[in-house]
């Protein structure tokens, strides 16, 4: 099993910035990806934020491009999530997953709010 807790949420002003963390623990492959993703409004998919391959491959939502960064300590299994100029519509429940192989695995989710 793959336990994954996010951290660094929380209330910000338009224009302000934070920071995700994502800590990785269980059992995992020498292989494995890693992302963001948000969920906007309960009725609405979840939607790539981010994501970090193993070969360090990198994907962005295009409206975060230029704003957001992910990052990542491989071998301490940590993945973070700078996230600057944030906008009210970046509002969301964030979540972390972990794939490798066949199975993904999801953090609980934090709440990002951005205030205008």
């Known amino acids: 099993q793959v336990q994954l807790v996010e951290s660094g949420g929380g209330l910000v002003q338009s224009g302000g910035s934070l920071r995700l963390s994502c800590a990785a623990s269980g059992t995992i492959s020498s292989i494995y990806h890693m992302g963001w993703y948000r969920r906007q409004a309960p009725e609405m998919q979840r939607e790539l934020v981010a994501?970090?391959?193993?070969?360090?491959?990198?994907d962005y939502k295009d409206s975060v491009k230029g704003r957001f960064t992910i990052s990542r300590d491989y071998a301490k299994k940590l993945v973070y999530l700078q996230m600057n100029n944030l906008k009210p519509e970046d509002t969301a429940i964030y979540y972390c997953?972990?794939?490798?192989?066949?199975?993904?695995?999801w953090g609980q989710g934090i709440q990002v709010t951005v205030s205008s």
């Open positions: 997953l972990l794939s490798q192989g066949t199975s993904a695995y």
């Open positions: 994501h970090i391959t193993s070969r360090d491959t990198i």
